[in-house]
C-alpha cells in the first residue's frame, strides 16, 4: 500500500515558475513508475507527465512539453514536476500516482492557480 501526499501548489502569474512535490508513505515507492495527472474545473482528469522506475526517461502532454520537468528521488520517496512558463490554461487539481494511476492511490492533490 501507498499513500502519497502532493504538496507546493499555489497562484501565479502567467509566465510564473512552481514545482510541485509528492511525497509517498511505504517501502515500494522506488517499485513503481510514477505519474502527474491533473483535473481542471468541469473537466476530465488527464495525464500530464512520467517517470520511470530510475528516472531514466520521461514522457510529457503534448500540452506542457517543453515546459515541465518530472523527476524523482527515490531516497527521499519523492516526486516532483518542476512547471514553467505557466499558463492560464494549466489551472487544475495536479496529482501524482503510479502510472498506470491505481484508483486507490489517489490523494487530494494541490491546487495550481495561473492568472492571467
Known amino acids: 500500500q501507498v499513500q502519497l501526499e502532493e504538496s507546493g501548489g499555489g497562484l501565479v502569474q502567467a509566465g510564473g515558475s512552481l514545482r510541485l512535490s509528492c511525497t509517498a508513505s511505504?517501502?515500494?515507492?522506488?517499485?513503481?513508475?510514477m505519474g502527474w495527472f491533473r483535473q481542471a474545473p468541469g473537466k476530465e482528469r488527464e495525464f500530464v507527465a512520467t517517470i520511470t522506475i530510475l528516472g531514466s526517461l520521461s514522457r510529457y502532454a503534448d500540452s506542457v512539453k517543453g515546459r515541465f520537468t518530472i523527476s524523482r528521488d527515490n531516497a527521499k520517496n519523492t516526486v516532483y514536476l518542476q512547471m514553467n512558463s505557466l499558463k492560464p490554461e494549466d489551472t487544475a487539481v495536479y496529482y501524482c500516482?503510479?502510472?498506470?494511476?491505481?484508483?486507490?492511490?489517489w490523494g487530494k492533490g494541490t491546487l495550481v492557480t495561473v492568472s492571467s
Open positions: 511505504g517501502r515500494t515507492f522506488s517499485s513503481y513508475v
Open positions: 500516482n503510479t502510472n498506470p494511476p491505481r484508483e486507490d492511490y
